[in-house]
C-alpha cells in the first residue's frame, strides 16, 4: 500500500482542496451519494489493512499487533487523504501495516511471505464483495416477500450495499496493479527471476514514476474498468446462479 507521509498542515491543505473543489461540482446528489459510499469505504479500506496485519501476524511478525493493527477499528486503519480519495474519486488507501521480514517464522521463503500478507488486503477486499453480493440477494428476495418495507429505506440500503461491493471489488483491483507502491507489486516480485528481480528494484523509480503517471492522467481507469466488471459480473453470475438453484428467485 501507500506510504506517502504528509505534515498535518500539508494534509489539512489537501484534504480541503480535494473536499472543497469535489463539493461544490457534486450537488446536492452528489452529496447524498457521498454519505452512501462513507460505510463501504469504512468497511473497505479497514478490513483491507486488519488482512495485511493479520496475514503477518500469523507468518510470525507481531510487529502488527505491537502497533496496535490486529483490530477493525477504522481510526487504527484509515489514512486521510487515501478515505478522501477513495469516496471522491473511486480509489484510495489506508495507512500503511508495517511489517518486518526477520520476523516471519521460515515457513515460507521471504518473497513468498511477502506476498502472502501483500494478497491478503486484496483477497479481503473480494471476498468482502461476493459476502454483501449475498445479502444484497437475500434483501432483495425478504423486501419482495414484506410489502410493507419502507420504500425510501429499502432504496438506501441497497444503495450502501451496492456501493460497498463496487468499492470493495474497485480497492482489490486497484491495488493488484503491479506497480510500486501497490500490493500487486510485491506479489509479482515473488514470481520473477532473480535478475529480473534485480532490475526491477534497480529501476524501481521508474515504476513509481509510471503509477504517478496512471494516478493523474486518470489512464489507470482505462485499465482497471474492464477489469471491474469481469470481476464484479462474474461474481454476481455467482451469486445469481446459487439463489436461482436454491429457487429463492
Request: glycine share 8%; net charge neutral; charged share 10%.
Amino acid at each position: 500500500m501507500f506510504n506517502f507521509m504528509f505534515d498535518k498542515k500539508t494534509l489539512t491543505i489537501i484534504l480541503v482542496v480535494i473536499l472543497g473543489l469535489w463539493l461544490i461540482s457534486a450537488g446536492t446528489n452528489g452529496i447524498l451519494n457521498l454519505l452512501l459510499t462513507v460505510p463501504g469505504v469504512l468497511i473497505a479500506l479497514t478490513f483491507h489493512e486488519f488482512a495485511h496485519a493479520w496475514a503477518a501476524d500469523k507468518l510470525g511478525d507481531e510487529t502488527p499487533r505491537v502497533q496496535g493493527r490486529l483490530n477493525l477499528n477504522p481510526l487504527s486503519h484509515i489514512d486521510p487523504v487515501g478515505f478522501v480519495f477513495l469516496i471522491v474519486a473511486g480509489f484510495g488507501w489506508g495507512k500503511p501495516v508495517q511489517i518486518d521480514p526477520r520476523n516471519f517464522n521460515g515457513k515460507y521463503s521471504l518473497s513468498k511471505a511477502e506476498a502472502i500478507v501483500s494478497a491478503a488486503g486484496p483477497i479481503m477486499n473480494f471476498i468482502l464483495a461476493f459476502v454483501f453480493l449475498i445479502i444484497y440477494y437475500i434483501l432483495f428476495v425478504v423486501t419482495n416477500a414484506l410489502a410493507g418495507l419502507s420504500t425510501m429505506w429499502q432504496q438506501v440500503i441497497f444503495a450502501v450495499i451496492t456501493y460497498t461491493v463496487s468499492i470493495n471489488i474497485g480497492l482489490g483491483v486497484f491495488n493488484l496493479i503491479p506497480l510500486p507502491p501497490l500490493d500487486g507489486s510485491k506479489i509479482l516480485m515473488h514470481f520473477l527471476p532473480y535478475k529480473a528481480k534485480e532490475w526491477f528494484y534497480k529501476n524501481e523509480q521508474i515504476f513509481y514514476i509510471l503509477f504517478l503517471i496512471l494516478f493523474v492522467t486518470g489512464l489507470s481507469s482505462v485499465v482497471l474498468t474492464p477489469i471491474f466488471n469481469v470481476v464484479f459480473n462474474g461474481m454476481e453470475w455467482v451469486v445469481y446462479h446459487i439463489f436461482k438453484l436454491l429457487t429463492l428467485i
